[in-house]
């Protein structure tokens, strides 16, 4: 799927550099008839397309229109694409391209009158905009239809409790049909036992299940608890939203034409913040890792000189969709720290040396965590990795646990801010209050103000 993926990304990132190039030498063309002077400059269109402001105008355009969209959020989803979105994102991003080129190329082009200045923007937009949304039209059609062509409908295990009807209501069955989810089967689950997970598992190899469609009770400690259940089986479980969660503005949902079926397992992250936010940890990191340099290389010679051992700490962490990287830090404990296997930070723990005191004070220790921002294994705010050993029994204590490996893992989170180092799998349940929260309200401004109490913290000292 990610190998899929990634061709998806490579194709419209192709094929808009190309519709960009070609609807800017489409507006050069206009422009030259157009705009009076230019025929007397230039008297031959030749002479002027390949005049040297043009030739790096049509170059330099496709990679503007590049940067744009993907900070637009377009290259994030490539394999389920709206529409209506894409319209509305090629709109802006033609819009801004549009705007950029005007204010950076053709302002002091002197025009004999003002309003000269807004019909060429418009000019700019109307050449490349038809170009770049009909090539992307074309290409999301093709790739919808070759989508549809192989897909079958998703085998469905529809899960009820009590005394609730094992009949379909015609709303959901409405919903099932719109989504491609054929219900094969039904489970009632009275109660989560100990026999759950053997049962639920034989009905998935049984049934051969996609996924859950998960009819809520109303008592919230049980649905809670068979919805932990659900979640622990790594498949996907849709529901019906509630009119609480809906008020709650819980429930992100977009479509007007679908009845609402969400998918609780996963977390519904809105484009253009998930790709502003890689972008601004690029940026950030690599200026991180040019200024720090100097004081990574005083705390190297400390850790060193502190205990026998290596200067750098390399342990492996779950990301993004719980695939394993390798964290790096500075070392802060004797060397071989563990012998029994895992071992969580205790206060004043007797393995932690002197430098490496002062290293978690000041989470200076955490310095080398750049490069693992800038390699895109981490951002610098979102849910701190823990080690496969901790997750999987987190995933026991909580199941909604698996939510954090949707964002990739962060330098610092909420939970490290409003409660710091967690010693105990309780103290990390609690602590996960905060990265469900942050993951709800994900935005760039959140990433700062998290950045600022940080900042905040580590000036203080009140790291441990």
């Given at each position: ?29 206009v422009r030259y008839r157009l705009v009076p002077g230019l025929t007397d400059r230039y008297p031959d269109i030749m002479r002027f397309m390949l005049s040297t402001g043009v030739e790096l ?9 590049f940067f744009v969209n993907y900070l637009t959020g377009y290259y994030v989803n490539v394999t389920n694409k709206s529409r209506a979105r894409e319209f509305l994102q090629t709109l802006c ?372």
């Amino acid at each position: 799927m990610m190998k899929t993926r990634t061709r998806y990304r490579l194709l419209y990132v192709g094929s808009d550099m190309i519709a960009s190039f070609v609807g800017m030498v489409i507006f050069e063309l206009v422009r030259y008839r157009l705009v009076p002077g230019l025929t007397d400059r230039y008297p031959d269109i030749m002479r002027f397309m390949l005049s040297t402001g043009v030739e790096l105008t049509v170059l330099l355009f496709p990679i503007c229109m590049f940067f744009v969209n993907y900070l637009t959020g377009y290259y994030v989803n490539v394999t389920n694409k709206s529409r209506a979105r894409e319209f509305l994102q090629t709109l802006c991003s033609v819009a801004i391209g549009s705007m950029i080129l005007f204010m950076t190329v053709l302002l002091n082009d002197v025009l004999p009158r003002r309003r000269y200045n807004y019909e060429m923007v418009l000019l700019i937009f109307g050449c490349v905009f038809p170009v770049v949304y009909g090539v992307r039209l074309l290409l999301t059609t093709l790739l919808k239809r070759r989508q549809t062509a192989g897909r079958r409908v998703k085998r469905a295990l529809y899960v009820v409790t009590d005394s609730a009807s094992e009949e379909i209501s015609p709303g959901l069955a409405v919903a099932l049909e719109e989504v491609g989810l054929e219900i094969v089967d039904t489970l009632r689950i009275t109660n989560v036992t100990d026999d759950t997970a053997g049962v639920l598992m034989k009905a998935v190899e049984e049934g051969n299940i996609d996924c859950f469609v998960f009819d809520v009770p109303r008592d919230e400690d049980k649905a809670f608890r068979i919805l932990g259940a659900l979640m622990k089986l790594n498949l996907p479980v849709m529901v019906q939203p509630s009119p609480t969660r809906v008020l709650l503005g819980v429930v992100k949902y977009d479509s007007v034409v679908n009845t609402p079926l969400v998918d609780v397992t996963n977390v519904s992250l809105p484009d253009t913040a998930v790709a502003i936010k890689r972008a601004f940890d690029i940026v950030a990191s690599a200026l991180g890792l040019i200024i720090t340099l100097p004081v990574m290389c005083v705390v190297g010679v400390a850790v060193k000189l502190s205990s026998p051992g290596p200067v750098f700490y390399r342990q492996e962490r779950l990301g993004l969709n719980r695939k394993p990287f390798k964290l790096y830090k500075f070392r802060t404990m004797i060397a071989d720290s563990e012998p029994a296997g895992p071992q969580l930070t205790a206060t004043n723990d007797s393995r932690i040396t002197a430098a490496g005191r002062v290293l978690r004070r000041y989470r200076l220790d955490e310095l080398p965590n750049l490069w693992n921002v800038f390699k895109g294994d981490m951002s610098l705010v979102g849910p701190r990795p823990e080690r496969s050993y901790y997750a999987s029994r987190l995933i026991d204590i909580a199941p909604h646990y698996l939510l954090v490996h949707r964002v990739r893992p962060g330098v610092t989170s909420w939970g490290m801010v409003k409660y710091g180092y967690a010693s105990t799998l309780d103290q990390m349940v609690e602590r996960l209050t905060y990265d469900i929260l942050y993951l709800q309200n994900l935005s760039l401004s959140l990433d700062i103000k998290i950045l600022f109490y940080t900042v905040r913290t580590i000036l203080r000292g009140e790291g441990k």
